[in-house]
């Protein structure tokens, strides 16, 4: 047995749950924590970051793409407040971030130091779990309940203040271990009550026309292999959220693409529509996906309903049968007790296989027209249908909200199932795209990564580009610039008469800005150059961001339901 510092034991605890990379920035209080990762031997490499928020939003969508948790840190006061949109939107997402924010020491509590703020008060509501810590003893306790709670259950994410006395203050190093389970996510697995299962298979297959609308839960637990068991032998349609893209693959037979408000289109629509049962799967079946409640339409359509989180279940549908349980074990119940009543045989899936080839026939020809329009400014389906044809096929997409997001979801196809597109879907704030694209490629250095952002996103987030540059990342950027915060404008233009306040802003030469920070950069007013630009800046073997001057949002025929018509 010895002794060792409580900063040190932070970062030993880290080592033992099997951390790889940190994203964060330094602070006075952070100090000790520093010179304890600089001089221990713990294999993991820490990320600095030019914002706390930019740290959370890697750490996401690092935890997105690795299945492990995710692990930003950032200084008390302001680095605790900045870090706070990264870990609201990983928490609301089923996300295991870890964020260890430093803090005034335990001795100054109530002196009025300087970035005193009640750190505990401030992230509980945000995050799944949560301690400041008070004794260094509890230090090692404290962070295998973080681990525990993050990686178990929903996942979610958790928070730890670490205050600057207490790094420095002795603790027993035998206090150092770690369940090696909670290292990824999901840790332990509960599978569903035999009994629902039973009743859950039988108003499924008394369904005429069932189809699955899957969410960011079946990625997650990786329940891709059940769920096309099942949807095979039922010969059901099966749709997804803009998070649960990845549940399968957009060239599989039985897929319908996205629907709901952000990226639905009025042929994903209709297959919902003519669904006399929908099972929904890892969704919360909320407000986008369903179109306020309306698709499908609980007057005419029996629901069944899978999620691990009690809560969901019987939310906002009434359920004919309802299913809690990790959605790979779930889904795999489900198949064996469908099985057992079709004897062996699947459904004649001829039909609906036709049926949905030909709407997705019918919806990418009409995102094909427009793509080949020599409009100017230059339309989004143009950048679009560049970037399908020369994205490798084992790529990472991170989208923007505004005009990226319903634009991927709806049009751009996956080939392959799996975590390959990740957008901010629960709080939907701007400046995600770049920061959480550098997480994924550090996640999965292996695999492209191109981060799609609009130019309000852009000014969010510019500082992160000397973080690209400084660590040689091979990121491809994609700036659509319409000199307007165009979500809002768009919105103005539906709902207010288009009386526009206050949201247009002076264009910004955006490739110029990356050029003085060593990206290599095009910029694109010409339809006929988006494709050579593109394909330029995916083979360029270093950063590249690519400034398209884009139609305006309002203007468009972006995949948003309440725009369309």
Sequence with gaps: MGVIKGAEAAVLMLKEHGVRHIFGLCGDTSLPFYDAMSRLNHGFEHVLTRDERSAAYMADAYARVTGRVGVCEGPSGGGATYILPGIVEANESSIPVLAITTDVPVASRGKYPLTELDQTSLFRPLTKWNNVIDLPGQIPGVFRSAFRAMTTGRPGAAHIGLPYDIQKQDLDDGL?????????????RCGPD??????????????KAPVFICGGGVVISEAMGELAVLAEALAAPVATTVSGVGAISHDHPLSVGVVGTNGGTPETREVIAAADTVIFVGCRAGSTTTEHWEMPDPRRTKIVHIDLDPMVVGANYLCAAGLVGDARLVLAALARAIETRLAGASRDRSGIVTRLSELRERKRAAFLELSRSEDRPIRPERVLAALQRALPRASVVVADPGTPCPYVSGHFEFGAQGRHFITNRAQGALGYALSAAIGASYGRPDAKCVALMGDGSFGFTVGELETVVRNKIPLTMIVFSNAAFGWIKASQKDGYGGRYFSVDFTRTDHARVAEAYGVKAWRVEDPAQIDAAIAAALAHDGPALVDVISQPLEDSRVPVSKWMG
Excluded: C, N, S, T
Aim: negative net charge; charged residues 25%; proline residues 7%.
């Design 176 to 188: 150092i271990w770690a369940q090696k389970e909670h290292q990824r996510y999901p840790a332990f």
């Design 194 to 207: 035999p009994d629902l299962v039973e009743e859950a298979a039988d108003v499924i297959i008394a369904a």
